[in-house]
Nanobody
Framework: QVELAESGGGLVQFGGSLRLSCASSRSMLSINVPGWYRQAPGKERELVARFTRSGSTSYVDSVKGRFTISRDSSKNTVSLQMNSLKPEDTAVYYC?????????WGQGTQVTVSS
């Protein structure tokens, strides 16, 4: 079992920045491919950023150069730094991990970008 607690969402103006954080009840060393997804109203949930099994990072094209995913093993957290935010980034963002070949999701945190 893995519990994920997300924080950092909110309302920001165009061009602003936010940092999302996800705290895990399990060590990052035992969790596979931690990442962030987002879902806008009426749309499918999409993968935004994640760590690969080799330790590298992967991003959806629309956020490359603006978002950065990171993890801190000592604090059991994975974060998403979001810069130069656009209205199209508005969505509920979810932390996601794989543990024991099973998916675990956070409750989601709302990110709203105004123009």
């Amino acid at each position: 079992q893995v519990e994920l607690a997300e924080s950092g969402g909110g309302l920001v103006q165009f061009g602003g920045s936010l940092r999302l954080s996800c705290a895990s009840s399990r060590s990052m060393l035992s969790i596979n491919v931690p990442g962030w997804y987002r879902q806008a109203p009426g749309k499918e949930r999409e993968l935004v950023a994640r760590f690969t099994r080799s330790g590298s990072t992967s991003y959806v094209d629309s956020v490359k150069g603006r978002f950065t995913i990171s993890r801190d093993s000592s604090k059991n957290t994975v974060s998403l730094q979001m810069n130069s935010l656009k209205p199209e980034d508005t969505a509920v963002y979810y932390c996601h991990v794989v543990y024991g070949d099973r998916d675990y999701w956070g409750q989601g945190t709302q990110v709203t970008v105004s123009s």
